[in-house]
């Protein structure tokens, strides 16, 4: 592959933090509904806390961009989001954050961002979720220069997450032969979507795929591209949306509700235009409250998230997450997931965890907007 000319340009002194001509992107959105009734529409997991750090999501995600990306990042969430964002991340300028009139997927919310750095002579862009959760930030930070380093050879790179057991819930990058030149950067073969536990394990057993987390690192100009030979209106429009930025309200609707894996991924990847880095930085998506559990302690253990002195157990595990001023008392359950908040109360299983979101879909079927 023929590298494009790099470019030396920076946006300002400011950003001199970090890897030269390297912006962040973070897409924040969605409304966690496996979380319910802690994460709901209107306070979506990314804004909470989670891991009992004193730091939400969102602001994990911008702390471990820092070093890398210094006060280059870009946010891209929703309207009804815009302010809590602003409020929970100040150090971000306001134009930083793009705030989408309604969802789209992932590849409007990342495309929109491409195009406006685009317009503003960004190098290379790299989009990473704010709702997931990374222990090792160093070995993330390795894993993203790396990546940068093929995404300024004119790749677009993905960070492939090294699987820990067959999971049916990831989709998965299948990677070929290093690429030279790249030190523990490897070509694609392709992307497959969430598979069955069975097919799983043989993709663990062949030691050939890494989960998909959906981070890719890549030129804006190549990104907007490569869509272009998929859907060449649709780059226009984001192009043009960029260039002309009062007509968000007018062009938004219009722009097709795809994902950036299927849209410009999948089809990158037949034409042999993929890289991936393996990550190996302790990821999780925070997907459930299972997940959750896991993350927070020990199987054998009964677990608080929020107020201790809330919680009275007595031969019991699992998960309690406390929200309002109530007692909780859970005696003789195992794996038990509890969730107190001021409105609603969730108690189900952490093998059953991820069943939630039919009690949201019905909530919202019975138009009960104050719940979901």
């Known amino acids: 592959m023929t590298s494009p000319e790099a470019t030396s340009e920076q946006t300002g002194s400011a950003h001199s933090a970090g890897i030269e001509g390297f912006w962040a992107v973070v897409p924040a959105g969605g409304a966690g509904t496996r979380l319910w009734p802690l994460s709901r529409s209107g306070a979506p997991k990314f804004l909470h806390d989670l891991t009992g750090s004193g730091r939400t999501l969102l602001q994990q995600t911008r702390d471990r ?8 990042v870009m946010v891209v969430t929703g309207q009804a989001h815009q302010d809590a964002v602003r409020e929970q991340l100040p150090e971000i300028a306001v134009d930083n954050v793009l705030a989408e009139p309604s969802p789209r997927d992932s590849m409007a919310a990342i495309g929109w961002a491409a195009a406006v750095l685009e317009r503003q002579g960004a190098e290379v862009m790299g989009s990473f979720a704010a709702d997931h959760v990374i222990s090792d ?15 300024r050879g004119g ?10 057991f067959a999971s049916a819930a990831f989709g998965y990058v299948r990677h070929g032969d290093p690429l030279p030149g790249l030190d523990g950067v490897r070509s694609v073969i392709g992307f497959v979507e969430k598979p069955s536990v069975q097919v799983a394990s043989t993709y663990l057993a062949s030691g050939d795929y890494r989960w998909n987390a959906g981070m890719f690192v890549v030129r804006p100009g190549v990104l907007l591209d490569l869509l272009a030979e998929q859907d060449p209106r649709f780059a226009l429009a984001l192009r043009e ?24 991924a999948e089809p990158a990847a037949a034409d042999g235009r ?10 999780d998506d925070v997907g459930d409250f299972d997940s959750l559990a896991g993350l927070l302690g020990e199987r054998a253990a009964l677990t608080v998230l929020g107020e201790e002195s809330r919680v009275r157990s007595s031969d019991a ?14 005696v003789g359950i195992d794996d038990v997931v ?20 039919a009690i949201v879909a019905a909530l919202e079927a019975e138009g009960r907007d104050d719940l979901t």
């Open 65 to 72: 961009l820092a070093p890398l990306a210094g006060d280059r």
């Open 338 to 357: 509890v969730v107190d908040t001021e409105d609603a109360l969730l108690v189900t299983t952490r093998e059953r965890a991820q069943e939630v979101k």
């Open 155 to 164: 790749w677009l790179a993905t960070i492939g997450i090294e699987p820990t």
């Open 317 to 330: 595990t699992g998960l309690v997450v406390t929200g309002s001023d109530r007692l909780v008392a859970v």
């Open 241 to 264: 949306l960029a260039a002309e930025p009062d007509s968000l309200a007018e062009r938004w609707p219009s722009l097709p509700k795809i994902a950036i894996d299927h849209a410009v």
């Open 274 to 283: 993929v890289a991936t880095v393996p990550g190996g930085f302790g990821w």
């Open 137 to 151: 930030d160093s070995a993330f930070s390795a894993a993203v220069r790396s990546a940068v380093q093929a995404a």
